[in-house]
């Protein structure tokens, strides 16, 4: 079963962080995805650009607005995820737990759809991206 690993933190903690401590938890965070990624468990990762780097984009009444920034006010900002293989939820929350950011904000763990499922429910055409 696949799980997304949303990485929140938040910047006035990190920023509190002494000097070197988060490359030393950089590191560490990476040596473990490492381990995952071995054991068959880490899918994806990646890291988010700051949220001043982000777009929100709406359409009410078929009018598109644009704003800059997440979309919405938080203390705590997404600032990656990890996509994982776990066997349940218990298994996936342990491996979040092991992160270092749920000292610095939180992970939230979800599990994914099976979107073939969605497609043949909706009776909507294969993926081609698995084709």
């Given at each position: 079963?696949?799980f997304?690993?949303?990485?929140?933190?938040?910047?006035?903690?990190l920023?509190a962080?002494p000097?070197?401590?988060?490359?030393?938890?950089?590191?560490?965070?990476l040596?473990?995805?490492?381990?995952?990624?071995?054991d068959?468990?880490?899918?994806?990762?990646r890291m988010?650009q700051s949220p001043?780097?982000?777009?929100?984009v709406?359409?009410r009444?078929?009018?598109?607005?644009?704003?800059?920034?997440?979309?919405a006010?938080s203390?705590e900002?997404?600032?990656?995820?990890?996509l994982?293989?776990?066997?349940?939820?218990?298994?996936?929350?342990?491996?979040?737990?092991?992160?270092?950011?749920?000292r610095?904000?939180c992970?939230?763990?979800?599990?994914?759809?099976?979107?073939?499922a969605?497609r043949?429910r909706?009776?909507?055409?294969?993926?081609?991206?698995?084709?």
């Amino acid at each position: 079963m696949k799980f997304l690993l949303l990485i929140y933190n938040e910047p006035a903690l990190l920023d509190a962080l002494p000097d070197g401590e988060f490359d030393t938890r950089m590191h560490g965070c990476l040596t473990h995805a490492d381990e995952l990624q071995r054991d068959g468990k880490l899918l994806e990762s990646r890291m988010l650009q700051s949220p001043s780097t982000a777009k929100s984009v709406r359409v009410r009444n078929g009018r598109q607005t644009t704003h800059d920034g997440p979309f919405a006010e938080s203390k705590e900002v997404l600032g990656g995820f990890n996509l994982i293989e776990a066997e349940n939820m218990e298994e996936a929350v342990r491996i979040a737990a092991e992160f270092p950011w749920t000292r610095t904000g939180c992970v939230e763990v979800r599990p994914l759809e099976d979107m073939d499922a969605v497609r043949r429910r909706v009776n909507a055409a294969p993926s081609l991206a698995r084709a």
